[in-house]
């Protein structure tokens, strides 16, 4: 049966991720990762991404599920989801190395050497979680996450052509996710209250 | 169906909108508990509330009650006799909407 509606339950999974929480979270992680580019703090800012990584679980039971409910997916859509989670983390953790390599390598590499790396190493982060937010899409459906993905790209470019440091595209996208996370979250909020309301 | 019924039999514990659709829900899903079957079936509580009675008493569905961070949750799946009741239910619409005129 469960072949049987398969768009049915693509659906329900998209509709899964539409409360925003997600976007919150991937926002906050780009903005801590950008404040501490932006402090020459990478370490202290390393740390933050892995911190909300298990924080997920119970803010979606504390602040979600009571009103979106509980839902188990199949297993094939958990295997699924979780070798894409996968993926999206070592895209992550790429993307985290390359800022800490270039932000290293700038800092030991003669003016003569890093003058030409300096010009478009700074925006390769950001392109490169542009991809990541690409097989987010490809993972939960959530289209939104193509605007992300192009968003993040064109920081990365903007970056290049500016010659910002590593730092503006990261708190760029990262405001850009969290402000449309907030934007769904309060939606989903108040489309809750007539289901809190009924319970 | 009975020897010489030419028209397949309908289920009628299935054959009803409301529980019909909580049943794609679940056939879709995996496992759901009873505010995420409210808010997708569009139903209200107290319908649902009756139309999962009706299914658990039908051995459609079951339920599975646990405490998840001090609070008590209730889940709903389908049971084996229930998706082998689906696959019939659906065989026998399949054969009935055949010959139905466009």
Redesign the interface.
């Known amino acids: 049966?469960?072949e049987?509606?398969p768009q049915?339950?693509t659906r329900?999974f998209k509709?899964f991720w539409d409360d925003g929480l997600l976007d919150i979270f991937c926002g906050v992680a780009l903005l801590a990762v950008g404040i501490g580019w932006g402090l020459h703090q990478v370490l202290l800012a390393s740390v933050v991404p892995p911190i909300l990584v298990p924080l997920w679980g119970p803010f979606r039971?504390?602040l979600v599920?009571?009103?979106?409910?509980?839902?188990?997916?199949?297993?094939a859509r958990k295997e699924k989801t979780r070798t894409g989670l996968k993926v999206t983390f070592a895209l992550c953790v790429g993307a985290f190395l390359l800022g800490v390599g270039m932000f290293l390598y700038l800092r030991v590499a003669s003016i003569e050497e890093g003058y030409w790396v300096a010009g478009f190493i700074p925006g390769l982060p950001a392109m490169l979680l542009g991809v990541g937010a690409l097989i987010a899409v490809q993972l939960t459906g959530a289209r939104r996450f193509v605007v992300y993905a192009l968003l993040m790209v064109s920081f990365g470019a903007a970056t290049i052509a500016l010659q910002f440091g590593p730092a503006m595209p990261m708190l760029a996208s990262g405001m850009a996710l969290t402000l449309s996370g907030a934007v769904l979250m309060v939606r989903f909020l108040r489309a809750s209250a007539e289901?809190e309301e009924?319970? | 169906m009975t020897e010489g019924q030419i028209v397949p039999e309908i289920d009628v514990l299935l054959h009803e909108p409301a529980r019909l659709r909580v049943l794609v829900l679940l056939a879709a899903l995996g496992r759901a508990d009873f505010m995420y079957l409210l808010r997708q079936s569009g139903m209200s509580k107290g319908n649902l509330s009756v139309q999962m009675t009706r299914l658990e008493e039908g051995g459609i569905v079951s339920a599975e009650k646990s405490l998840v961070d001090g609070r008590p949750r209730t889940t709903f799946a389908l049971t084996s006799a229930g998706r082998k009741a689906l696959g019939k239910y659906k065989q026998a619409m399949g054969e009935i909407l055949a010959v139905l005129p466009d």
């Open positions: 049966m469960s049987a509606s049915i339950e329900l509709a039971r504390k599920e009571p009103r979106a409910g509980y839902v188990e997916f199949s297993q289901f009924d319970a």
